[in-house]
């Protein structure tokens, strides 16, 4: 037993302790790898597929994980829901359509819900389009019928949008439906695309505008019906700023505004008869005195900018021809219409 006692037990101990901390250290690194690659490298990284995964609502992290799997875009479901939890992310994973494919990670997909990065479609609303022209291109869109849409656009949300609380309440939405390019997803409804219009439009009538509305003591409805006149009557921005000083002083003389695109709002047909305009309506600029009953267009930023800031000139007639022709007496503008609309 003397071998015993010669031995070194220290620096058996070390070797041991040395070879542990060398197998754990081992052991740890290749698991960390193991996570990693399966967090990290996509299923199969030179894939050009694309699939469309939809999340449904109510879906928990186990029902989105399965169907993952089933699909062929993620490994392991273990490792997904893994990172979905340790990122905090995994009660956020949102409902949708998401465009998928085996070349993204576990990692790339639970951020991609994670941000709610779903298909999304372009809605564009033109400048000068009515309420009915938004509803017709909507039901092509699949997103709603004209007409439900005609009736959202009844609907009181001056509750939620101040700069409504001036309008009356016999006058719908037409002319604060914004012109723009709106990005949907599928799902969303009207009342979405209505109320992004609306949000918009509070977004584009800075405080400036409002602020030069009630230096001017005019009220947004009037300005929002004088631009929505202004966007079909002309094209160019200067035009516009001269023919909102040409009609605003017609205004202040009470004199009639005369307004073909009234009367178009009216019939709803391009071709004016001189019986159109004897037509009885609120909205006959030749038949009554002072502003429509309301918007008769939806206008863009520049035709509610000319409506706020009007060009002061000696013009008080203009027609348009593919130019605009400004006329500052009556018998040159009768002239001009012999020249340019006799054809």
């Not at 959202?152 to 001056?158: F, P």
């Amino acid at each position: 037993m003397n071998w015993l006692k010669n031995k070194d037990f220290s620096k058996i101990s070390a070797k041991s302790l040395k070879k542990a901390t060398s197998i754990i250290t081992t052991v740890f690194l290749l698991a960390f790898f193991y996570v990693c690659f399966e967090i990290y490298v996509p299923i199969i990284p030179g894939s050009h597929e694309t699939i469309i995964f939809t999340v449904q609502n109510g879906w928990s992290d186990d029902q989105i994980a399965d169907s993952l799997q089933k699909l062929g875009t993620i490994r392991s479901t273990y490792f997904f829901k893994f990172y979905a939890i340790v990122s905090l992310k995994h009660s956020n994973l949102q409902a949708g359509e998401y465009n998928l494919s085996p070349r993204m990670s576990a990692y790339d997909i639970v951020n991609k819900m994670d941000q709610g990065d779903v298909i999304r479609d372009n809605v564009i609303i033109l400048e000068g389009w009515d309420k009915k022209d938004i509803g017709k291109y909507l039901e092509s869109k699949g997103i709603c019928k004209q007409d439900y849409f005609i009736s959202l656009v009844k609907k009181d949300y001056s509750g939620e949008f101040s700069f409504l609380e001036d309008k009356p309440k016999n006058v719908d939405l037409e002319g604060y439906l914004f012109p723009d390019t709106y990005e949907i997803s599928k799902g969303e409804s009207c009342e979405d695309v209505l109320s992004a219009m609306l949000a918009n439009f509070d977004k584009k009538l800075t405080p400036d505008l409002r602020e030069e509305i009630k230096n001017k003591k005019r009220s947004i409805f009037n300005i929002v019906t004088m631009a929505s006149m202004i966007e079909k009557e002309v094209r160019t921005f200067d035009d516009k700023k001269i023919v909102s000083g040409i009609l605003w002083k017609r205004l202040a003389i009470n004199m009639p505004l005369q307004l073909d695109s009234t009367i178009i709002y009216i019939t709803d047909n391009p071709d004016i008869l001189v019986k159109d305009k004897a037509i009885n309506s609120p909205y006959n600029t030749y038949k009554y005195y002072g502003l429509p009953k309301g918007p008769i267009s939806n206008p863009g930023i520049n035709s509610i900018i000319a409506a706020v800031y009007p060009k002061t000139t000696n013009y008080w007639y203009y027609l348009t021809d593919g130019k605009t022709i400004f006329s500052e007496t009556l018998d040159q503008h009768n002239a001009a219409k012999a020249k340019y609309l006799s054809h």
